[in-house]
T-cell receptor, first 116, second 110 residues
Framework: DAGVIQSPRHEVTEMGQEVTLRCKPI?????LFWYRQTMMRGLELLIY????????DSGMPEDRFSAKMPNASFSTLKIQPSEPRDSAVYFC??????????????FGPGTRLLVL | SQQGEEDPQALSIQEGENATMNCSYK?????LQWYRQNSGRGLVHLIL?????REKHSGRLRVTLDTSKKSSSLLITASRAADTASYFC??????????FGPGTRLSVLP
């Protein structure tokens, strides 16, 4: 298996633009997670899905952030409009675990986002 | 404050020495995991230890868990330059998601 795939790997955009990050989890995994990592705040869980259903989005910073998982093999994280403070590395991870029983998470390589 | 916090924040050792990192947490957990992150990369799972386990080994890694003290330690023996990375503990509270600590930055000098 290729592991968790994220695209793009790097994104540079201007404030106010829409940004869409993409993730393909490992085939057969039931759970998918979106994290944000910054020097100041460390690794933060934004949202997680189980069987394509959003279970916990309490970490989503504000309404500018939205995430979808239309099927078991694809998820998007969208920021609209983007702001400089959104600059971070965004990780997607998947896990074979069922709801409430989380096992090992497998991380993608991340998308490094810079909002100018 | 963090559910799980690693200590020290940064550690610098010579190649061949052992490296010990600690993780303390506040509430009872179901299990605890250690992850490694190389610069510019995603996190890689190292070891999972459940609340009813006290010690686990994987190659040069040894993890202990003391639920009475709400702490865990990660020991890397005979360290190598390639072990240079940030190490994170992730605690799972029953029925909830993992919470990652801020990490320990380990530098292994050749």
């Amino acid at each position: 298996d290729a592991g968790v795939i994220q695209s793009p790997r790097h994104e540079v955009t201007e404030m106010g633009q829409e940004v869409t990050l993409r993730c393909k989890p490992i085939s057969g995994h039931n759970s998918l997670f979106w994290y944000r990592q910054t020097m100041m705040r460390g690794l933060e869980l934004l949202i997680y899905f189980n069987n394509n259903v959003p279970i916990d989005d309490s970490g989503m910073p504000e309404d500018r952030f939205s995430a979808k998982m239309p099927n078991a093999s694809f998820s998007t994280l969208k920021i609209q409009p983007s702001e400089p403070r959104d600059s971070a590395v965004y990780f997607c991870a998947s896990s074979p675990g069922e709801t409430g029983i989380q096992e090992t998470q497998y991380f993608g390589p991340g998308t490094r986002l810079l909002v100018l | 404050s963090q559910q799980g916090e690693e200590d020290p924040q940064a550690l610098s050792i010579q190649e061949g020495e052992n490296a010990t990192m600690n993780c303390s947490y506040k509430t009872s957990i179901n299990n605890l995991q250690w992850y490694r992150q190389n610069s510019g990369r995603g996190l890689v799972h190292l070891i999972l230890i459940r609340s009813n386990e006290r010690e686990k080994h994987s190659g040069r890694l040894r993890v202990t868990l003391d639920t009475s003290k709400k702490s865990s330690s990660l020991l890397i023996t005979a360290s190598r330059a390639a072990d240079t990375a940030s190490y994170f503990c992730a605690t799972e509270i029953y029925g909830q998601n993992f919470v990652f600590g801020p990490g320990t930055r380990l530098s292994v000098l050749p």
